[in-house]
């Protein structure tokens, strides 16, 4: 079955911190999706990717194939932050996202 | 605005009424998909469409049916309201269904089934 998995379920930062979010998946996701969901509800595609690193401001994401596990990093860390952060892999015999159960954050000023 | 708009953003219904949860796109995009949310768990897919007069069902089908007889639109019919059914609803698209493109989300349909 293919499945995505988070860590940490919840994190508490302090303003400025590096943060790092977790993503493992199984066989058969061919791409990750990070997305971001704010407080408010809506929800943001932040990267895609099959390979390697991508930057966009002060979020990195990273993804290792090999080991099957992808990271996005925070640097600099902002109140402005605090969302749902939720990896979805592409894959599956219907070619679809599977999500990951996201990722609480909190940044404190 | 470019993107996806959904409508209602909040709903109640009585435990066996229907309901139709609109979804449309102005982005031309081929690929549309629903999604419930539910505390504690990812987004699951419900129906998804490749293109117009094409659907396809997801992970969680059951009580939902849906169409698509424009590119524009991919609206989710709720046939028979259960309080399972109780969830916020997303509908995104995609350009292609592909690993690579991204998807845009609608804000989001709260449903209330009493």
């Known amino acids: 079955k293919n499945e995505v998995e988070q860590s940490p379920q919840n994190l508490t930062a302090q303003e400025g911190e590096f943060i790092t979010i977790n993503c493992s998946y199984s066989?058969?996701?061919?791409?990750l999706h990070w997305l971001q969901q704010h407080p408010g509800g809506g929800i943001v595609s932040l990267f895609m990717?099959?390979?390697g690193k991508k930057k966009h401001g002060r979020l990195i994401a990273t993804i290792n194939i090999q080991e099957k596990h992808s990271s996005l990093h925070i640097t600099a860390s902002h109140p402005r932050d605090s969302a749902v952060y939720i990896c979805?892999?592409?894959?599956?015999?219907?070619?679809?996202?599977?999500f990951g159960k996201g990722t609480k954050l909190s940044v404190k000023p | 605005n470019a993107g996806v708009t959904q409508t209602p953003k909040f709903q109640v219904l009585k435990t066996g009424q229907s309901m139709t949860l609109q979804c449309a796109q102005d982005?031309?995009?081929?690929?549309m998909s629903w999604y419930r949310q539910d505390p504690g768990m990812g987004l699951r897919l419900i129906h998804y469409?490749?293109?117009?007069?094409?659907?396809d069902q997801g992970e969680v089908p059951n009580g939902y049916n849906v169409s698509r007889s424009t590119t524009e639109d991919f609206p989710l019919r709720l046939l028979s309201a259960a309080p399972s059914q109780t969830s916020v609803y997303f509908c995104?698209?995609?350009?292609?269904?592909?690993?690579?493109?991204?998807?845009?989300f609608g804000s989001g349909t709260r449903l209330t089934v009493v």
């Open positions: 995104a698209s995609s350009v292609f269904q592909g690993p690579l493109y991204g998807y845009t």
């Open positions: 066989v058969g996701i061919s791409a």
């Open positions: 990717l099959s390979s």
């Open positions: 979805a892999g592409y894959g599956g015999s219907q070619g679809n996202l599977i």
């Open positions: 982005m031309n995009h081929e690929y």
């Open positions: 469409s490749v293109g117009a007069g094409i659907t």
